[in-house]
């Protein structure tokens, strides 16, 4: 996915054991994600989140720096944790403007 400098988009996650959606708090069942920045730097996500439905949960995100940021998202349960990684590519402008 792209996204561009200075403008939001929204980040989901959905949290499963089994296939069966585990909702609980997100700033406790996700609070240690973060987001990696380009320059190296990172933002723990704790506070961040907001829960769409039990299992469900998103934040949204402007980013200030062009290049790759990955989103290490954390989930936490019953004494274990599970991570995953996704990766977004930020561009100077949207793919519109681009065009244009």
Known sequence: ETGALDQSFRVFVQTTRDGLNIGNDPSQLLGNSLIHFPDGSSLPLKNYFKTLYS???YFDFIP???GTH???IAVFND???SKGFAATHVLSQN??????
């Open 64 to 66: 200030s720096q062009e």
């Open 70 to 72: 990955v989103f290490q």
């Open 79 to 81: 004494g274990i944790t």
């Open 55 to 57: 299992g469900v949960y």
């Open 95 to 100: 793919l519109g403007g681009i065009n244009k």
